[in-house]
């Protein structure tokens, strides 16, 4: 099956620091997303992402698909930032109704 | 808030109990999903229902069992399980060719 590998594995930075997280995989995807999982469990959604660059607010993503990987950008991190950044990919697609691929995430750490 | 909800949240049981899971959505999305994670390791999928059908098992143990009564309603029914199988389960729905919304999940914990 796809691989999905993320780097770095561990991050720590002060707040306001700008960081990029990054997500390769290993064969052509239909979608692709990055999710923040906070302490508690919660999957949040922040990008849906197949190809192309997104912005919402302080992050923004790209995905360049021939190539196949993906960016996420933090700029002027904050403390509510921490928390485990996953990236998943769906090979499927289609009537395959969105079978996600997990990479094994970011575990990020902001401190004041 | 996604607008799936999963119950309960926290769940302790030993080897010989049955339990279920509960995921509800009333998102009118079309796809229901079960996901595993345990520590160290990625989201593992488990199962998807799409309109109430089974369309996905992934090698999941039979200790474990499904069940879409609507569309509206997912359950992973659950009996004699390893100390391994102790996790968050997470619960996920999405709408047709959109991204997936996920519950805050159910932290099991086998004795």
């Known amino acids: 099956g796809i691989q999905v590998e993320q780097s770095p594995p561990d991050l720590i930075l002060q707040e306001g620091a700008n960081s990029t997280l990054r997500c390769n995989f290993s064969?052509?995807?239909?979608?692709l997303q990055w999710f923040h999982q906070n302490p508690w469990g919660q999957l949040i959604n922040l990008f849906y992402i197949p190809s192309g660059t997104k912005q919402n607010g302080r992050l923004s993503a790209t995905t360049v698909a021939t190539e196949r990987y993906s960016l996420l950008y933090i700029s002027s991190s904050q403390t509510t930032d921490s928390g485990v950044y996953f990236c998943?990919?769906?090979?499927?697609?289609?009537?395959?109704?969105?079978?996600?691929?997990f990479g094994q995430g970011t575990i990020l750490t902001v401190h004041p | 808030e996604t607008g799936v909800t999963q119950t309960p949240r926290h769940l302790v049981m030993g080897m010989t109990n049955k339990k279920s899971l509960k995921c509800e959505q009333h998102l009118g999305h079309n796809a229901m999903y079960w996901y595993k994670q345990s520590a160290k390791k990625p989201l593992e999928l488990m199962f998807v229902y799409n309109f109430k059908e089974q369309t996905e098992n992934n090698s999941v143990p039979s200790r474990f069992s499904p069940e879409c009564p609507n569309s509206s309603h997912l359950f992973l029914h659950l009996h004699t399980l390893q100390p391994e199988d102790s996790a968050l389960y997470l619960c996920?729905?999405?709408?047709?060719?959109?991204?997936?919304?996920f519950g805050p999940g159910t932290r099991l914990t086998v004795l």
């Open positions: 996920a729905t999405r709408p047709s060719g959109d991204t997936q919304y």
């Open positions: 998943a990919v769906d090979s499927a697609g289609g009537t395959s109704y969105g079978k996600l691929t």
């Open positions: 064969d052509s995807v239909n979608n």
